[in-house]
């Protein structure tokens, strides 16, 4: 089965720039999905098709995916911003997410 | 506004049943595939199930295949996952999600439902 592979933790000061990956074989082939779950909420999708962005999300998030990478990047961080983030793509007529990754900020 | 909301959860004994259902309202229900996403505690997100819009078609994980059935219907806007068999590792919050097809994001999701499964 398809492999997403997510760094556990990312810090970042506020004001600053968070990039978090996505690592999968070829995910460059594929259409990532990025969603943001905040402490006992459901998650909320913030990139879709690997980067746009659904109404009410911040231009502060963006996304790329080329070669074995996918990556959503937070600019001009904010203490809102905190949460755990996910990845997901559509393999063999599976869905699958990423390990996640919990963005810390300083 | 679009609202999908989780009924069914609780604790059942391991080898037992229980049934999820998923009220959706404010959008054309009929018209979207549906899925099945869970969490266990302080765990990640996994991706259950999937039935497409006229119900034809159902895929599954391959950890609750032969044991969990996704179905819908449409007169009432509802979602259901009919899950045996369980076992402890099935415990997780279970989310349902709308989408649109192969490939498509996930979105919006409920609030989910927990499920425990202990003796």
């Known amino acids: 089965s398809y492999v997403l592979t997510q760094p556990p933790s990312?810090?970042?000061a506020p004001g600053k720039t968070a990039r978090i990956t996505c690592g999968?074989?070829?995910i460059g082939s594929k259409s990532v999905h990025w969603y943001q779950q905040k402490p006992g909420q459901a998650p909320v999708l913030v990139i879709y098709y690997d980067s746009d962005r659904p109404s009410g999300i911040p231009e502060r998030f963006s996304g790329s995916n080329s070669g074995n990478t996918a990556t959503l990047t937070i600019s001009r961080?904010?203490?809102?911003d905190e949460a755990d983030y996910y990845c997901q793509v559509w393999d063999s007529s599976s869905d699958v997410f990423g390990t996640g990754t919990k963005v810390t900020v300083l | 506004e679009v609202q999908l909301?989780?009924?069914g959860g609780g604790l059942v004994q391991p080898g037992g049943s229980l049934r999820l259902s998923c009220a959706a309202s404010g959008f054309?229900?009929?018209s979207y595939w549906m899925h099945w996403v869970r969490q266990a505690p302080g765990k990640g997100l996994v991706w259950v199930?999937?039935?497409n819009s006229d119900g034809s078609s159902t895929s599954y994980a391959d950890s609750v295949k032969g044991r969990?059935?996704?179905s819908r219907d449409n007169a009432k806007n509802t979602l259901y996952l009919q899950m045996n068999s369980l076992r402890a590792e099935d415990t997780a919050v279970y989310y349902c999600a709308r989408g649109f097809g192969d490939s498509s994001p996930l979105g919006p999701w409920g609030q989910g439902?927990?499920?425990t499964v202990s003796s």
Not at chain 1, 77 to 80: D, L, P, Q, T
């Open chain 2, 28 to 30: 054309t229900f009929s």
């Open chain 2, 113 to 115: 439902t927990l499920v």
């Open chain 2, 68 to 70: 969990f059935t996704i």
């Open chain 2, 5 to 7: 909301v989780e009924s």
């Open chain 1, 77 to 80: 961080v904010e203490a809102g």
């Open chain 2, 49 to 51: 199930s999937r039935i």
């Open chain 1, 24 to 26: 999968g074989n070829n």
């Open chain 1, 10 to 12: 990312v810090s970042v």
